[in-house]
Structures are given as C-alpha cells and as structure tokens.
Nanobody, 124 residues
C-alpha cells in the first residue's frame, strides 16, 4: 500500500519561510519522480515543482522560481519543498505526488499517487 504523508504546513507571515516534507512508503521511492502541487479554494490544482528519481532534473512553475526549492533524500524516502519569500497568494493546500517517470511535469496532473495534503496559510 502506497502512502505519501505531507507535513510542515502552517501559518506564516508574508516574507517568511516553510519547509514541507513528504514521506513515502510502499513504493520504490528511489526510482520514482516526485512532484509538489497546490490547490487554492476555487482554483484548479497546479504543479509547483518536480524532481527526477536521481535529483538530476528539476522543474519549477514560473511563479515559484527563485523562491521554492525541491529536493529529495532517497535514503529517507522523503521529498522536500523549501519555500521562501512566501506571499499571501501562496495560501493553498499543498500536495506531494509520485509517478514512475519524470516525463514532462509541466503538463497535467496525471500522477499515480497522492498525499492527503497540508495547509499553508500566508498572512499579509
């Protein structure tokens, strides 16, 4: 049974930082691409960042480039999202996802496994 469990969300002031973690189990983590998504109320789920199995390839949405960093620790079966310079518009539920291939992360939300999400709220 595959499980992805996000943690690290919370309430932060604008300009602050948070680091999200996603612990994976039940899948060969070191061979899977991982992604971070978010969904704000009334909006579609959007991809923020993705990382290949080795960490050698990464993708970032334009709106988070230079502020967010995705990384992974295959020994710990964990992927991270470091979020700096947070803005009120970053408020959303953040999800991690996994799939066997890195592919073209900028297209679609067709990932095989999803976490339950963690709330991030940025106050102005």
């Amino acid at each position: 049974q595959v499980q992805l469990v996000e943690s690290g969300g919370g309430l932060v002031q604008a300009g602050g930082s948070l680091r999200l973690s996603c612990a994976a189990s039940g899948l060969p983590f070191s061979t899977y691409a991982m992604g971070w998504f978010r969904q704000a109320p009334g909006k579609e789920r959007e991809i923020l960042a993705a990382i290949s199995w080795s960490g050698g390839s990464t993708y970032y949405r334009d709106s988070v480039k230079g502020r967010f960093t995705i990384s992974r620790d295959n020994a710990k079966n964990t992927v991270y999202l470091q979020m700096n310079s947070l803005k009120p518009e970053d408020t959303a539920v953040y999800y991690c996802a996994a799939r066997p291939t890195y592919g073209r992360p900028e297209y679609g939300t067709n990932w095989d496994y999803w976490g339950q999400g963690t709330q991030v709220t940025v106050s102005s």
